[in-house]
C-alpha cells in the first residue's frame, strides 16, 4: 500500500503519510517510520506523528531519543501541545529505564504546566516506576490517593517490590487485593508465602 501510495503521488496527504508512519511505528519497523517522520516539515507534523514516534522509542528501549524528540528538538518549538498519550510514552520510557526523577519530573509537568488530569494508565506508570526503584512508601501514597484497587498492573509489581525490600505490611496488603482480583492465580500466594519466609527467617537470625 505503500507503494502503491508513492507511485500514485497519494503519499502527499498528510493523514495518509501518518498513517504509514503509524503502522511502521507499531510494528517495529523504527528506521522507516522515522524516515517518513523527518521527510515531513516540523510544521507539517500533527500530534499522532510525534505520539507514534515517541511511543516506538519508548517500547524499544530508544528511551533517550524520547525526551530528544520531546525535551530538546522540534515538539516545543513546532506548535505543538504534547498530550496525556504523549506523556503516557514518556513515562513508559521512564520505566522502562528506571529513570525515577525523570518520571517525577515529567508527570509534575503534565499536571502544572499543561494542566492534564492524569488517567490511571499514568498513575500505574508512577507506581510501577516508585516500585521498582524500592520508593514503595510514594508508591503506596499514590495507591491511596488514586482508585487503583481493581488494577492488578499495579499490585503485582507492589508485592514483587515487597519481597526485594523485605517489606511484610504492605505486602500482606498488596498480596490481598491480587488474591481478590485474582484468586486462581497460584503466582500471588507463591509470592507472599516466600515474603513470610524471608521474615521469619530473618527474625531468626535477629534471635
Not at 500514485?8 to 498528510?14: A, E, G, I, Q, R
Not at 524516515?35 to 515517541?54: C, Q, V
Not at 525515577?100 to 519530573?105: F, H, L, P, Q, T
Amino acid at each position: 500500500m505503500h507503494g502503491y501510495s508513492l507511485k500514485t503521488s497519494l503519499d502527499s496527504l498528510k493523514s495518509l503519510k501518518t498513517s504509514f508512519l503509524t503502522s511502521y511505528a507499531k510494528c517495529g519497523c523504527i528506521e522507516m517510520a522515522r524516515k517518513l517522520f523527518d521527510e515531513e516539515k516540523s510544521i507539517h507534523r500533527d500530534i499522532i506523528a510525534w505520539n507514534s514516534m515517541i511511543n516506538a522509542y519508548s517500547k524499544h528501549g530508544e528511551w533517550f531519543i524520547c525526551f530528544q524528540l520531546y525535551t530538546y528538538s522540534q515538539m516545543k518549538i513546532s506548535n505543538i501541545n504534547p498530550d496525556q498519550v504523549t506523556f503516557l510514552g514518556l513515562l513508559t520510557a521512564c520505566v522502562n529505564s528506571g529513570l525515577v526523577s525523570k518520571g517525577k519530573e515529567i508527570f509534575k509537568e503534565m499536571v502544572e504546566i499543561y494542566g492534564y488530569q492524569p488517567s490511571q494508565e499514568h498513575h500505574v506508570c508512577m507506581v510501577y516506576l516508585l516500585e521498582c526503584a524500592g520508593q514503595i512508601d510514594e508508591a503506596n501514597e499514590i495507591i491511596k490517593i488514586v482508585p487503583l484497587e481493581s488494577d492488578a498492573r499495579v499490585y503485582g509489581p507492589l508485592l514483587s517490590a515487597c519481597k526485594i525490600h523485605s517489606d511484610t505490611r504492605l505486602a500482606e496488603l498488596a498480596a490481598q487485593r491480587l488474591i481478590n482480583m485474582e484468586p486462581k492465580n497460584s503466582g500471588n500466594y507463591v509470592l507472599l508465602s516466600n515474603i513470610m519466609l524471608q521474615q521469619e527467617s530473618g527474625t531468626k537470625l535477629l534471635n
